[in-house]
Nanobody, 123 residues
Framework: QVELVESEGGSVQAGGSLKLSCRASGATYTLAWFRQAPGKEREAVAALDSDGSTKYDDSLLGRFIISEDSAKNTLYLQMNNLKPEDTAMYYC????????????????????WGQGTQVTVSS
């Protein structure tokens, strides 16, 4: 198992930016960000494999950027041009057993989860 510790989220106005981080305690194959708004299902935002390949939800491509600092075992999510509909609890997730490949968006592919961090975007 891998422990995932996320940074604090924050509150911004629409059009602003935030950068989330998630430190992993060990090696993983795939790290990902998910989010969950009140009353909605948890949805995938982006994923990054240990080979450097990235995957994004199509609707967020261009505004959100996933990256990592492998030396620090830390995953990042840069969120730009934030919109009120981006308001959600954001979770870091890890698969330590294998690449998620085509199912990277499926919560069932991930074994370990962070505690979640709140992002609030006001209009």
């Amino acid at each position: 198992q891998v422990e995932l510790v996320e940074s604090e989220g924050g509150s911004v106005q629409a059009g602003g930016s935030l950068k989330l981080s998630c430190r992993a305690s060990g090696a993983t194959y795939t790290l990902a960000w998910f989010r969950q708004a009140p009353g909605k299902e948890r949805e995938a935002v982006a994923a990054l494999d240990s080979d450097g390949s990235t995957k994004y939800d199509d609707s967020l491509l261009g505004r959100f950027i996933i990256s990592e600092d492998s030396a620090k075992n830390t995953l990042y999510l840069q969120m730009n041009n934030l919109k009120p509909e981006d308001t959600a609890m954001y979770y870091c997730a890890a698969n330590s057993f294998g690449y998620c490949d085509g199912n990277w968006w499926d919560v069932g592919e991930y074994d370990d989860w962070g505690q979640g961090t709140q992002v609030t975007v006001s209009s």
